[in-house]
């Protein structure tokens, strides 16, 4: 149920305010979430928009005060309020680490070239007051979130479990797939937090974007079957035309994506040959860059 202030009940005990972005890549805008009651934690404070932020003071019931601000990941549709929302609270600002926090060898080598783009939507500045990570628990008078580090859509993405739920920041959503755009998005990284989700019990998922997704497993199965048959069709691509770029192989797959959506798949696909090249399934003929042909091994 939705409030005349935009504050909607969840559950017991979990509010939900969507920043005013609405976009191709955020639908209706950030979910910014608040749990518990009395002293509660904010996940994901979004954008830098002054209305958002006095939506999640209003969304407060007298007397209320906010204890902790976590972070799923550092891009600009969910942690620049972060600072704004810290300085009017004075609660600590809970994430993994730095926009360039946890990478791989490979993408941090990436990332150093320069090679490859990427860098979308990033948030530079970012640098949490507390790092946080895998295993960790925030308790406080909302209870216990337990912290799980799911790479992927970014290095430094964090997810939440709280009392059955688990906040999935980008990782997964139910109206769209995620953007994973090396040297931030590491496709294999990905595979393997989708992978993980599997043998969790997760009874919803609380997403960055969109509503919730009440069948966590049957959702991530199709995350998970998605990702293959992108791969499978870049192979098959490969096979028929070696040499082929990551914008020319998007050209040639997303057949019914708006032509605007291109840009972004075309990303999506780099992830993948980066993942192939990483298992020793594919290369690119010459120098590594977004632009590179690549072809089957």
């Avoid at 969507?18 to 209706?28: D, E, G, L, R």
Wanted: hydrophobic residues 45%; aromatic residues 4%; contains cysteine.
């Amino acid at each position: 149920m939705e409030s005349e202030s935009g504050v909607r009940m969840l559950e017991t005990g979990l509010r939900c305010v969507t920043a005013p972005n609405p976009s191709p890549m955020t639908a209706q805008g950030t979910n910014t979430y608040l749990l518990g009651e009395g002293e509660v934690a904010v996940i994901d404070p979004g954008p830098a928009i002054p209305s958002h932020l006095d939506a999640i003071m209003g969304a407060l019931a007298p007397g209320e005060r906010i204890g902790a601000i976590l972070v799923t990941h550092s891009h600009r549709d969910h942690s620049p309020l972060a600072q704004n929302l810290a300085q009017k609270t004075g609660a600590p600002v809970m994430a993994a680490g730095p926009s360039d926090w946890g990478r791989s060898a490979t993408m941090a080598a990436l990332a150093t070239a320069g090679a490859v783009g990427g860098g979308e939507g990033v948030d530079p500045s970012f640098d949490p007051d507390q790092r946080i990570g895998e295993g960790e628990i925030i308790a406080g008078p909302w209870g216990e979130i337990a912290v799980l580090h799911t790479p992927g859509h970014m290095a430094n993405h964090l997810s939440f479990a709280w009392q059955g739920a688990l906040f999935t920041g980008d990782l997964v959503m139910g109206w769209s797939t995620s953007l994973v755009s090396p040297p931030d998005g590491d496709m294999g990284a990905f595979m393997r937090s989708c992978a993980r989700l599997l043998g969790r019990d997760d009874r919803v998922y609380f997403p960055g974007h969109g509503a919730a997704v009440d069948a966590p497993q049957a959702r991530v199965q199709t995350l998970i079957a998605h990702r293959l048959h992108r791969e499978a069709q870049i192979i098959a691509a490969l096979g028929t035309k070696p040499g082929t770029t990551a914008s020319a192989l998007a050209h040639t797959i997303y057949t019914d994506l708006a032509p605007a959506l291109l840009p972004a798949a075309a990303r999506n696909v780099l992830a993948h040959l980066i993942d192939l090249s990483e298992r020793n399934l594919a290369a690119p003929m010459g120098a590594l860059t977004a632009d590179a042909p690549f072809a089957l091994r």
